[in-house]
Structure formats: structure tokens, C-alpha cells
């Protein structure tokens, strides 16, 4: 019979703090580009396509390791909102091409000054080598999920 593991203090779970970090992150995201019309489940799509113009749909999910129907229900919100639009891929008719309109392309630097203050809140007090080393071990703990 094998020993009975010792009990978890939830205090120590690494997923309890990135979950509560990430709540409190996002509600400070939301608030700050509230005034500009969007809202967290939009900002990652509008900076992905600001380095990848006239990608489709199916490979802005696998940028952003999200499903299909995630992207299609935020790629027409942002298409109702004015900030994308798109065309019909030349080399596939079934397929269409995202892109950036003019107020896509505006919104970028706002997000991401937000983005950096939100970093800024998040590691203040931080030194610059813990900086390197935080983002260091949280992309270790990425790859190994």
C-alpha cells in the first residue's frame, strides 16, 4: 500500500495564484479600454494581426492557441465594431483574409500602453533580474502544460 500523499495547502498553488492574478489582471484591462470600445477578449487578436496582416481565421486560432468558434465569434465582433475587416483569400475561395481597418491600427498603440502599465503594476517592486527570471519560470511552467 503506498503512502498517502500529504495534504495540498491551496495557499502554495501556483494555479491559484495565476488564476487570481489573471482575474484581477483582465478586470484592469477591461477598464482601461472600456473608453475604447473594446474589451480583454478583443486586444490579442488586434495586436496579433497588427504583425500578422492577411492571416484566416484558422490560423489566428493557432497563434492564439484558441478554438475556431472563439475566433469566429470575436473576428465578427471586431467586424461590427469596424476594427478588422476582410477579403476573400485569393488562393481559396472558402477562406478570408483578416486585416486591420484604419481604427484597428490606431487602437494598437493604446493597447499596448495599457498593456505595459498593466505589466508595470504587476512586477513593481520588482528588480530587473527578477523581472527576467519571473518570465523566465512562467514560460517554463507554459511548455510544461
Known amino acids: ?3 498517502v500523499p500529504k495534504q495540498h495547502d491551496p495557499n502554495k ?6 488564476w487570481m492574478i489573471d482575474r484581477h489582471n483582465i478586470a484592469y484591462i477591461e477598464k482601461r479600454l472600456a473608453p ?13 494581426l497588427s504583425r500578422n496582416e492577411g492571416i484566416n481565421q ?10 475556431k468558434t472563439a475566433t469566429a465569434r470575436a473576428v465578427a465582433k471586431l467586424l ?14 472558402r477562406s478570408y483574409l483578416i486585416h486591420l481597418t ?5 487602437l494598437v498603440p493604446v493597447i499596448l ?7 508595470e503594476r504587476m512586477v513593481k517592486g520588482f528588480a530587473p533580474d527578477e523581472r527576467e527570471k519571473f518570465i523566465l519560470f512562467l514560460t517554463r511552467v507554459h511548455e510544461n502544460v
Open 36 to 48: 475604447h470600445g473594446i474589451g480583454a477578449g478583443q486586444f490579442r487578436y488586434i495586436l496579433l
Open 102 to 106: 484604419k481604427k484597428g491600427r490606431e
Open 113 to 119: 500602453r495599457i498593456l505595459g502599465e498593466s505589466t
Open 1 to 3: 500500500m503506498s503512502p
Open 13 to 18: 498553488s501556483i494555479g491559484k495564484w495565476i
Open 58 to 67: 484558422e490560423q489566428l486560432s493557432q497563434l492564439l492557441e484558441l478554438d
Open 80 to 93: 461590427a465594431l469596424g476594427i478588422v475587416q476582410r477579403e476573400t483569400d485569393p488562393s481559396d475561395n
